[in-house]
């Protein structure tokens, strides 16, 4: 059967969505088009997460879901990657109606595939043009690095993805030119801690260190068509105040950080192997908005770790109230199989989990709705990137959702918004003009 549709399907971290965006150019420049139905694809991909047990939970049903299709047409082409795939002797002696397992951010494999194989309709091949008519995203992901060194207890992450591999900071500057050639106007820079980027790497020519990422945020900035750089994810351990200093230096740069805390509690931090202690932590908030007093921060917080008493979350949640943080992504802890902290026993009851994360989540909701209040009345600068049932959608520099109404065209501009409305997750205002 010769290749000509495709359906990708993708779920979990920015990661995932970047390496599928990579995916899809390139099956577009071997002449495959999108489906307009994933079950009517001739080739079905399966970009996979299992940070979680729910997200491991929902690629088995969408892998099993897929089942019955492969079954009716034998000759079309099911593949599966991303972190579900570990071992892949293993899955496919459970799913054998899959004909490919590719690792984590191995979309080049499947090409390889398709070539080697000669799977593709005539018109395809190797020279086929680029067909994609559609306009780029205003904001993309630009992969720095790939894997991560740190051995964090509860992270399946490194044992998926390996350890840390940077990418020169000519090809990166290289893809963003790219990007903004087609209209891109914002890219973050990415990976899954961004704040050792580069210790791999040879040093630059004229210099004696490897380049790291305040290098890198100099170096993209010079692309004058991208209005906008952000970066995640960080890591507390690494983040070098050079970093902190190009961010307050560089004015596309955008002065918001991800920069995950786990828990505030020392004897977790330690379990979790994180590398830290929470009045170190404390330490780098308050350089950061020291240095950047008008910067956002946002973080992550796993509740219900193994062994985590009522007074060690109780730490958690003074951390996060003194603190006060733009946004706090909270999850439940979930056992991860391989990794050190499944060894240790999952004791804190599944109710008693839900009702940690519903009380982070609550007590956020208050704090990110006094911090968003003041801004009604405000003039913000937004960077519309499409619209959502209607309305224009856009985030200012320090990443809060903006929507307004207006007849007028501002997809992947810059423009002033009077805000008239907050609440704790979104803005409303009115557009008072282009930047």
Known sequence: MDLQTYAIWTIGCQMNFADSWQLEQELLRLGLREAPRPEKADLVVLNTCVVRQHAETKCVGRLTSLKGWKRRRPGALLVVMGCFVGDAQALHRAYPYVDLFLKPSDYMGLIHHLCDHDLLAAEGGAAALLRDDRPAPVSMHVPISYGCDHHCTYCIVRLRRGRERSRPVSEIVDEVRALAARGVREVTLLGQNVDSYGHDLPPQEGS????????????????QEVLRIRFLTSHPADLHPRVVEAVADLPRVCPHFELPVQAGDDEVLKRMARGYTAAQYRDLVAHIRTRIPDCSLATDVIVGFPGETPAQYKATLRLLKELRFDAVHVAAYSQRPGTPAARLPDDVPPEEKERRRK???????????????????????????????????GRTPTNKLVFFDDPGDWRGKLVHVRITWTGPWSMIGEVEGRL
Request: cysteine-free.
């Open 208 to 223: 004696t260190r490897s380049p790291d990422l305040a290098d890198l945020l100099h170096a993209v900035h010079k692309v």
């Open 359 to 393: 009380a982070i989540d609550d007590m956020q909701k208050q704090i990110v709705g006094e911090i968003n209040l003041p801004w009604q009345g405000e003039q913000v600068e937004v960077l519309v990137e499409g619209k959502k049932k209607g309305r224009w959608q």
